[in-house]
């Protein structure tokens, strides 16, 4: 359906992707080689962008709901993260932005943990939108990586609705 996308599959895997300093920090919906997509953000890498184009009268008209799923976390200094800065192992603070405005942040979430956030009618821009994914870690040294990216199209009937009781 026009309005919706997916970058990468829904497989439980990061494999698609590729490494974060091989790529750009950008990616443009619309090309569909995942591969320059970046995997995920380490502290090298804080931010993901994920871009793309909403037709004005889908983005006036439309909810959508933006989904995706953490598939992998590490660190390289585990110590430091969790005995000095209080981090759980493996479950590393982010952050999804959209256009510059922060949508979701968690403490950490386990790997394999989905997460969908609700896009409302009008709060997509005609034109390009950009989707930001943040690792919030103060303190270097952890990665976290996800499965995929998906914005779908909430559908809406069009002409008039009967409500049945
Ligand atoms: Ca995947």
């Known amino acids: 359906m026009t309005g919706s996308w997916q970058l990468g599959t829904d497989n439980w895997s990061n494999s698609e992707f590729s490494r974060e300093v091989a790529v750009p920090t950008a ?8 591969a320059g997509v970046q995997r995920g953000c380490p502290m090298g890498v804080k931010d993901m962008h994920l871009r793309f184009w909403m037709p ?3 983005a006036a008209r ?3 709901t933006f989904t995706g799923r953490v598939v992998a976390q590490g660190a390289g200094n585990y110590a430091t993260l969790t005995n000095e800065l209080g981090y759980v192992k493996d479950q590393w603070p982010f952050s999804v932005h959209l256009n510059g405005v922060q949508k979701f942040t968690t403490g950490g979430l386990k790997n394999g943990t989905a997460y969908a956030l609700a ?17 919030d870690v103060t303190g270097g040294g952890c990665w976290l990586c ?4 998906r914005l779908n199209l909430v559908p809406i009937p069009s002409g008039t609705m009967v409500i049945l009781r």
């Open 27 to 34: 990616f443009y919906v619309g090309d569909w080689n995942y």
């Open 56 to 58: 004005e009268r889908i």
């Open 146 to 149: 996800w499965d995929f990216h």
């Open 119 to 135: 896009v409302d009618p009008g709060e997509l821009k005609p034109g390009w939108n950009v989707i930001t994914h943040r690792n």
């Open 62 to 64: 439309h909810a959508f």
